[in-house]
């Protein structure tokens, strides 16, 4: 680039004051972070959310994955705050406490526990075996999704009854 420079008849210097010489055409201004950080706050409040619930309408193919993300963050929380509890008071926590609490409670309230009990985990398990077929492969067509999806309902429905009457 500079032998050719050169033959134009251009030297160093007039190429680098044509660099110096640029000039910014957009002012900036310099914001302390806060004010920066509420500018963004303010623009991100303008954009839409995605996907666009409004204009969605609810389908068999992502309503069980925000269920199944749901019910294991739930029977993972019950499991851990247990255990946590058993550490903190073993005394209080341990299984003979806990089977007088519960053979103490109305049979309404011991069916509708085990019933708020028995749904995600039923739920959970069974739609874990569902994604554990779509790794191998099976049932990933549109109609296999929906079918395994039907399936799921239909066995959560059963394997609650079926928990709870236990």
């Avoid at 995605?50 to 019950?78: C, D, E, K, M």
């Avoid at 039923?122 to 739609?127: D, E, P, Q």
């Amino acid at each position: 680039m500079l032998s050719t420079t050169r033959a134009l008849g251009l030297g160093r210097r007039s190429i680098l004051s044509a660099r110096t010489t640029a000039r910014r055409t957009v002012q900036t201004q310099s914001l302390p972070p806060s004010k920066a950080t509420e500018i963004l706050n303010q623009q991100r409040l303008l954009r839409p959310s995605s996907p666009h619930f409004t204009i969605y309408q609810p389908q068999l193919t992502w309503i069980p994955s925000i269920v199944n993300r749901a019910t294991g963050g739930a029977l993972s929380a019950l499991l851990y705050g247990f255990s946590l509890a058993y550490l903190v008071a073993p005394g209080t926590f341990d299984s003979v406490h806990v089977v007088e609490f519960v053979a103490g409670l109305p049979d309404a309230v011991k069916y509708a526990g085990k019933a708020l009990l028995a749904a995600p985990f039923a739920f959970h398990g069974l739609n874990g075996i569902r994604h554990l077929l779509w790794d191998m492969g099976k049932f990933m067509s549109i109609k296999g999704v929906y079918q395994t999806g039907y399936t799921v309902i239909a066995g959560t429905a059963v394997g609650t009854v079926v928990l709870v009457l236990l």
